[in-house]
């Protein structure tokens, strides 16, 4: 595991499940388990730190999810094919490989199961290219159980909840192979610009603060400093230029996606 993870016992502490779990209770969070149409959830665990791996399988136990865990790329990637999975948790310090190598491969593989980076690795430049790979989320170590939970709920609501695709947006399809049509055309996006177009298409019409791109899209609570969404929004114009939709700039009031009509 990269250095800096939750090796020693204080850090360690903030993750026993039971006080966890009791101060999500107090506050009315945890009412049922996470359940979806299938049943349990099913996530699977990637983490070679033992003790670390041990208390979040306990505690996810505890709220009704089935974990299976693994230490090694290999592994994940071979458990990954065999497509019962709801989630993948995983961690980037892995003993046989890196686990951006192992999200890039699920990615070009279109492995689209969801994917939490859970790290120790804080700097701003990781988390950029985890998201640009393909990531859905991104928690940083130590870290409370409670907000793991949180998380994980977010990730199964989205995955549980009404499909997006086709997404028809008039004269614009975006469909759930990375490629948007229109009039004939087909052009392939790249994961980040394809969760960028999908999330401005749902909301085509509005004004769409940058805030909100950023914590839907992006998965950052704040601005990051850099101008990640600003580059995206560039290649997603090039690309969509000649089409009957326009990605436009409101100064000081944030994006607005424009389709023209069929």
């Not at 979040?56 to 990637?77: K, R, S």
């Not at 046989?96 to 690795?121: C, F, N, S, W, Y």
Request: proline residues 4%; glycine residues 8%.
């Amino acid at each position: 595991m990269a250095q800096g993870g939750l090796d020693d016992a204080a850090s360690a502490s903030a993750l026993v499940p039971g006080s966890g779990r009791r101060r999500l209770e107090r506050r009315g969070v945890l009412a049922v388990p996470i359940l979806l149409a299938g049943g349990a959830m099913k996530i699977l665990l990637v983490e070679d730190n033992t003790r670390l791996s041990q208390v979040i399988q306990q505690g996810l136990q505890e709220e009704g999810i089935d974990v299976v865990h693994v230490i090694e790329a290999a592994a994940a990637l071979d458990r990954v094919d065999r497509a019962d999975l709801d989630l993948l948790v995983l961690d980037l310090g892995l003993p046989d490989r890196d686990g951006l190598e192992v999200l890039q491969e699920l990615r070009r593989a279109q492995q689209h199961v969801p994917v939490l980076i859970l790290t120790a690795r804080d700097a701003v430049e990781t988390r950029v290219q985890a998201l640009e790979l393909g990531a859905d989320d991104f928690l940083i170590k130590p870290f409370e159980f409670a907000e793991l939970v949180a998380r994980i709920r977010a990730l199964s609501r989205r995955a549980s909840g009404p499909r997006w695709w086709p997404q028809d947006g008039g004269a614009v399809v975006l469909d759930d192979g990375h490629v948007v049509h229109c009039a004939g055309r087909q052009v392939a996006l790249s994961p980040r610009e394809y969760a960028l177009l999908s999330y401005l298409l749902r909301r085509r019409g509005e004004v769409v603060p940058r805030g909100d791109i950023l914590r839907e899209v992006f998965k950052c609570a704040s601005d990051p400093g850099t101008n990640t969404l600003d580059v995206h929004l560039a290649h997603l114009r090039r690309k969509l230029a000649g089409m009957a939709v326009c990605v436009e700039t409101v100064r000081g009031a944030g994006i607005r996606l424009k389709v023209d009509a069929a």
